[in-house]
């Protein structure tokens, strides 16, 4: 086992974190445990939330759906979105996808008021 800072092999026990074991390297005192945090998800349940948020889901669906915070659910996607590389196609699409919101434009009676 290493120091996750320095990679120093030397440490020693330094206690209990949450029922782990925790130790402290003796080069760079940098306290750390060894078992993996059960709070933390998979890069399957990060890939599946971000794939389901592309296909439309929002941020609170989502995160009902996996039983996580749907912050957690708009950091992994502002996240990953930052480090996508933008994909720029100059073909023209065949295929159009319309909203509600164009209907709801036209069946708007009134004029007045701004905009």
């Known amino acids: ?22 130790y402290q390297c003796r080069g760079c005192k940098y306290r750390y445990t ?7 998800k998979s890069l399957e349940i990060k890939k599946l939330a ?9 941020f609170r669906s ?10 957690t659910v708009a950091y992994w ?17 065949s295929v159009i996808e319309m909203d509600e919101l164009h209907r709801y434009v036209q069946s708007k009676k009134t004029t007045v008021g701004s905009g």
């Open 1 to 22: 086992m290493e120091c996750p800072r320095c990679k120093n092999s030397h440490y020693w026990k330094d206690g209990f974190a949450f029922g782990r074991q925790r």
């Open 34 to 40: 060894v078992d993996e945090k059960k709070w933390e």
């Open 50 to 58: 971000i794939n389901m948020y592309l296909e439309g889901l929002g």
């Open 62 to 71: 989502i995160g009902r759906i996996l039983q996580i915070s749907y912050g």
């Open 77 to 93: 996607v502002k996240k990953y979105g930052s480090q996508a590389q933008m994909v720029i196609d100059n073909q023209e699409g």
